[in-house]
């Protein structure tokens, strides 16, 4: 079993439709959930991070972490086609090793017009 | 501020050649970290440098791959007699102080093995 499963999708859906993205990671010493946008050929972009369980939200963005199911999700409201890219969940502790992130391979996700 | 800058964009080598690739953190960061991207791959945690300091280096094959991050100058992460299964793109990411959460990632290089 992988530390952390995404699912690649691709995902299509139609602008204005709402997203979302999920991971499940394995290594319950993980306490930072993150999440990335990567643009084709282009480095990975931090969107956001949840520290522990809960919610976070930021614009059209929302991530929730639920440690006990140990799932976190994504939601992209009034989805755009410039959100079209490929969404990175990474995860680590928050011991002396808090800064090697664990990734999943990422979901392709594109927005149409 | 310009970012963290990896160079060379893309690089191509044949077997058996070295590779050489280069980042530049940004300013007043003195924490980089190096991940690999095979296809089909997430990325995958190689090595962690402070100035001067191999921190953690787990993630780094055994074998022909080194990484350095001088006094003065860039990060260099480099891959001695490469083979086609070295063939990804390569990441850096810079810090301020040891954390994943404040890291900043560069456009990456993408290695090319023929």
């Known amino acids: 079993q992988k530390e952390v499963e995404q699912d690649p999708g691709p995902l299509s859906v139609p602008e204005g439709a709402i997203v979302s993205l999920n991971c499940t990671y394995s290594n319950s010493a993980f306490q930072y959930f993150m999440w990335y946008r990567q643009y084709s050929r282009k480095g990975p972009e931090l969107l956001m991070y949840t520290y522990s369980s809960g919610n976070k939200e930021d614009g059209r963005f929302t991530a929730q972490v639920d440690k006990s199911s140990k799932y976190i999700s994504l939601f992209i409201r009034d989805s755009q086609p410039s959100d079209s890219a490929t969404y990175l969940c990474a995860m680590s502790d928050s011991g002396g090793s808090n800064y090697k992130l664990t990734f999943g391979k990422g979901t392709l996700l594109t927005v149409n017009p | 501020n310009a970012g963290v800058m990896q160079n060379p964009r893309h690089l191509v080598r044949r077997r058996g050649q070295e590779a050489r690739l280069r980042c530049s953190p940004m300013k007043g960061h003195s924490h980089v970290y190096w991940y690999r991207q095979l296809p089909e791959e997430g990325l995958k945690f190689m090595v962690y440098?402070?100035?001067?300091?191999?921190?953690?280096e787990s993630g780094m094959p055994k074998e022909r791959f080194s990484a350095e991050f001088p006094k003065e100058g860039p990060s260099i992460l480099r891959i001695q007699q490469v083979v086609r299964g070295d063939s990804a793109a390569y990441f850096c990411?810079?810090?301020?102080?040891?954390?994943?959460?404040?890291?900043?990632f560069g456009q990456g290089t993408r290695l090319t093995v023929v």
């Open positions: 990411a810079s810090s301020p102080k040891q954390g994943g959460t404040e890291a900043f």
């Open positions: 440098l402070q100035k001067e300091n191999i921190i953690d």
